[in-house]
């Protein structure tokens, strides 16, 4: 099984500051098949991010994603305040997992 | 518009089985895999299985095999998973996924239904 490891496991920060979350993969990811979600309370999670770059529809682009084979990022440009949230990444290069989470809180 | 809506909660006892079902709308049901993933209280997301409602495969992850069951009735475009011999630490929301446009059950959800919390407790 791929384990995704995501850091830090919380991220203070303010609005309008940049945000840089980290995603990394215990084996290299075929094709970059990484996706990134959004979730806040009480909501299913939303895809920000596919294969590693790509963003989703509707997606504003202060997100971006990068990275290939096993270290992965995932930046919000300028934080607004619905941003602050909680994002994992989701591997689907090898069967399916998720990170374990990182949390945007406002500083 | 493109959904998918589930079932409400549900409260067990130990060693029941729950039977959630996700319906979907504004598309092809048979043309998307559909995924069940979950998360326990203040945790973060577990893969459980996929299957496809175009024939029925589905595969399990290995936490949840001979206790998930996932199938579907493609005349009402709803998918259900069955997970059986409940136990209090399977309490947690459960989350059908879509997969967007793709020949391979593995790929980004591109839409999730709302979740539906199942409780487990004597």
């Known amino acids: ?107 | 518009q493109v959904q998918l809506v589930q079932s409400g909660a549900e409260v067990k006892k130990p060693g029941a089985s729950v039977k959630v079902s996700c319906k979907a709308s504004g598309y092809s049901f048979t043309g998307h895999y559909l995924h069940w993933v979950r998360q326990a209280p203040g945790q973060g997301l577990e893969w459980m299985g996929w299957m496809n409602p175009n024939g029925g495969d589905t595969d399990t992850a290995q936490k949840f095999q001979g206790r998930v069951t996932m199938t579907s009735d493609t005349s009402i475009s709803t998918a259900y998973m069955e997970l059986s011999r409940l136990r209090s630490d399977d309490t947690a929301v459960y989350f059908c996924a879509r997969v967007g446009y793709s020949l391979s059950p593995f790929n980004a959800f591109d839409v999730w239904g709302q979740g539906t919390m199942v409780t487990v407790s004597s």
Do not use: H, M
């Open chain 1, 1 to 107: 099984e791929i384990v995704l490891t995501q850091s830090p496991g919380t991220l203070s920060l303010s609005p309008g500051e940049r945000a840089t979350l980290s995603c990394r993969a215990s084996q290299s990811l075929s094709s970059n098949y990484l996706a990134w979600y959004q979730q806040k309370p009480g909501q299913a999670p939303r895809l920000l991010i596919y294969a590693a770059s790509s963003r989703a529809t509707g997606i504003p682009d202060r997100f971006s994603g990068s990275g290939s084979g096993t270290d992965f990022t995932l930046t919000i440009r300028r934080l607004e305040p619905e941003d602050f949230a909680v994002y994992y990444c989701q591997q689907y290069g090898r069967s399916l997992t998720f990170g374990g989470g990182t949390k945007v809180e406002i500083k």
